[in-house]
């Protein structure tokens, strides 16, 4: 695989950032230690501008190529998640409850080397802005860097990140036009009803039973109300109620997640939900409050950019090796508030056999990062050549 062979000469520096920040995870927005890492690196490199502060731990700098040109946007997050490491590594987190089972870390370095080599060789026309980005698992940092103005700030034209894939083959791109990872929302249902003893239901309204009924109406939406071709999930993942057998309660709560691709879907499964929730407990003598709280938009890549960006990929690993078409993904991922402001793409970067994301024995692949870094890098110079 062509990685460029100055990354390749610092690999085993990419690795180190990589494993240091695997020892220093921190979370949501809350990052001081790694963006205090990832600026003093910055600083080592010679890019030519540093802005932090923005979205709180956040970073934006910029590196000035050679001649006129518009400045394209590289995102990695750098954020970590609240799991008990289990990996039982060297360098294993320091902090109590807290490791980077997402890979950030990865993409972090994966940015720092292109950053290293782009800062050396100037090799392209106009500017490349590197995001550096806090709180992507919780609290929407792509969201928070977009409303405080980076996008005009630092005229960022087009946008473009990266996601490590364990279980998906080394070394292979993943990504496709429109939709790639969905919208995720979540809801909660609170029912009231008329509790009494066990013996004597006639007596009571029966909020266990109105939230039976409530789930078994609710997965209706997905079969009989939204087109089958429209792909789309609606998961009830918590109940609770009650406190003992011979009790029937005063309440109930209902808790889950949707997952969609498209607004109009999105609206109609909130429509119907409402509606169901409220016929539901009509019918069984209740009252209930539906709760639907949007979270992180779809994830939706520029058709023409995702092209490019697919091309790019092919030069780094191979025609075999990229997926232009995957599969869409029901996980989220807040840079989708970056590409609802600037056309851009998202990839997935496959990092082989191991633990899958989320996990407390995950740990990154440190041999994909050259690949992701080679990729940033021939993205930037083969979309604005040097000026000679």
């Known amino acids: 695989m062509p990685i460029i062979n100055r990354i390749a000469d610092f690999a085993g520096d990419m690795t180190e950032w990589r494993q240091h920040l695997h020892t220093i995870p921190e979370l949501s927005?809350?990052?001081?230690?790694?963006?205090?890492?990832?600026?003093?690196?910055?600083?080592?490199?010679?890019?030519?501008?540093?802005?932090?502060?923005?979205?709180?731990?956040?970073?934006?700098?910029?590196i000035n190529g050679t001649g006129a040109g518009r400045t394209v946007g590289l995102r990695a997050d750098f954020d970590a998640l609240p799991i008990e490491e289990e990996t039982g590594v060297e360098y294993a987190s320091t902090h109590a409850g807290k490791m980077h089972a997402c890979g950030h870390d990865g993409h972090t370095a994966m940015l720092l080397g292109a950053a290293k080599y782009m800062a050396e060789t100037r090799n392209f026309a106009g500017r490349v802005a590197l995001i550096f980005q806090p709180a992507e698992e919780d609290g929407g940092g792509a969201q928070v860097m977009c409303a405080e103005g980076m996008m005009d700030r630092f005229d960022i034209a087009e946008v473009y990140g990266i996601h490590n894939l364990p279980g998906a083959e080394f070394g292979t791109f993943l990504t496709t036009p429109g939709p790639i990872m969905a919208a995720v929302d979540s809801f909660t249902i609170k029912i009231k009803g008329r509790g009494g003893h066990g013996a004597m239901p006639h007596e009571t309204a029966d909020p266990v039973v109105a939230a039976c009924g409530i789930v078994q109406a609710i997965q209706t939406i997905s079969s009989r109300n939204v087109h089958s071709a429209q792909e789309k999930v609606i998961s009830v993942t918590q109940i609770h109620t009650g406190t003992a057998s011979n009790i029937i309660p005063d309440s109930a709560m209902i808790n889950g997640t949707v997952r969609t691709f498209d607004k109009d879907v999105k609206a109609l499964i909130q429509k119907r939900m409402e509606e169901i929730v409220q016929g539901q407990a009509a019918s069984y003598g209740v009252t209930a409050e539906l709760n639907y709280e949007?979270?992180?938009?779809?994830?939706?890549?520029?058709?023409?950019?995702?092209?490019?960006?697919?091309?790019?990929?092919?030069?780094?690993?191979?025609?075999?090796?990229?997926?232009?078409?995957?599969?869409?993904?029901?996980g989220a991922e807040d840079f989708s508030y970056m590409l609802e402001e600037r056309p851009g793409a998202y990839l997935f970067l496959g990092a082989g056999p191991g633990a899958g994301l989320h996990h407390p024995k995950y740990n990154f692949n440190d041999e994909v990062a050259p690949l992701g870094a080679s990729f940033f890098v021939q993205l930037v110079e083969k979309m604005q050549p040097a000026v000679k």
Do not use: M, W
């Open 29 to 62: 927005f809350d990052c001081p230690k790694t963006a205090a890492f990832i600026k003093a690196k910055l600083e080592e490199f010679g890019v030519d501008e540093i802005h932090t502060g923005i979205a709180q731990t956040g970073i934006v700098a910029i």
């Open 294 to 330: 949007e979270g992180y938009p779809a994830t939706i890549n520029a058709e023409a950019e995702t092209a490019f960006a697919a091309s790019v990929a092919r030069e780094v690993v191979g025609e075999a090796n990229v997926d232009a078409e995957s599969p869409k993904v029901a």
